[in-house]
């Protein structure tokens, strides 16, 4: 039985770290994360920028490359549909299969040059696009109800204070 490819909500998640104080700590949480099918990681990118201004990429995703082609035509549909609707949605769909079939994000090498170039020497950039795998029952179980996601998000303690601050203020 061939399983949907996006079920669960899905995030995207952009970190910056010091390298002098990288120890692989993030790396086995998003591995143990995946590995218990808490998550599923649909693509990974590593920029790290050394101080003399060389970098390194490191590429992951637990996708395999015809589920990456899927998830393409999603996204490229769904882009295609924002920007010129219906007819855009039949010219994204390919477009965007072909971009993240054989890319990371869809990014091209220019794209990630471009990126590691904005990267602060000494460190590291790590951006993780992953599925919610443990929403998936809570998706299916909307979806047989009719309902419909109004929201969705992460909602950080930093948000929570900032909300706070403004109702005191109000």
Known sequence: MKQDLVLGPVDLVIIQLDNAGLQGKIAKEIINASKKKII???????????????????EETDVTKEQHKEL????????????????GAGEGTPSGAGQFAERTFGLSDRDIVSIANEVPAGKTLLLV?????????????TDKA?????????????????????????
Not at 72 to 87: N, Q, R, Y
């Open 40 to 58: 599923r990681v649909l693509d990974t990118l590593v920029v790290k920028k050394e101080i003399e201004g060389g970098f390194t990429v490191l």
């Open 129 to 141: 696009l992953f599925e919610h795998r443990w929403a998936l029952k809570l998706k299916k179980a």
């Open 72 to 87: 393409g035509s999603v996204i490229g549909a769904l882009m295609g549909l924002g920007a010129e609707g219906v007819l």
């Open 146 to 170: 009719n309902g419909v996601v109004l929201a969705e998000g992460i909602v950080r303690p930093e948000a929570l204070i900032a909300a706070g601050a403004t109702l005191a203020g109000a």
